[in-house]
């Protein structure tokens, strides 16, 4: 059983910083993908970025220049810098795995910016 579990959200202003970081454990096959996305209320879920395990990213067109994910595939953790971060960028975020054709996801952490 995989299990992810998301850190570091919580209240930031406009133009600040959050670093969230999700852990994952249980049965970890190396070839993967882990990536983060993000609900906003009233909104569908959305894509934030990706990141597989030869480290090759992909991020939304929202994000670019602000956000930056990596990840320590010793520990098979990820995490999502998030810089210069905007009133849009309030949601609840969600980490990801996927492998052999299965996606899980985390509980998710829930980001607000607000002045």
């Known amino acids: 059983q995989v299990r992810l579990v998301e850190s570091g959200g919580g209240l930031v202003q406009p133009g600040g910083s959050l670093r969230l970081s999700c852990a994952a454990s249980?049965?970890?096959?190396?070839?993967?993908?882990m990536g983060w996305y993000r609900q906003a209320p009233g909104k569908q879920r959305e894509l934030v970025a990706t990141?597989?395990?030869?480290?090759?990213?992909n991020y939304a067109d929202s994000v670019k220049g602000r956000f930056t994910t990596s990840r320590d595939n010793a520990k098979t953790t990820v995490y999502l810098q998030m810089n210069s971060l905007e009133f849009e960028d309030t949601a609840v975020y969600y980490c990801?795995?996927?492998?052999?054709?299965?996606?899980?996801w985390g509980q998710g952490t829930q980001v607000t910016v607000t002045s």
């Open positions: 990141i597989t395990d030869r480290t090759a990213t």
């Open positions: 249980g049965v970890i096959f190396s070839i993967n993908t």
């Open positions: 990801t795995l996927g492998m052999l054709s299965q996606n899980y």
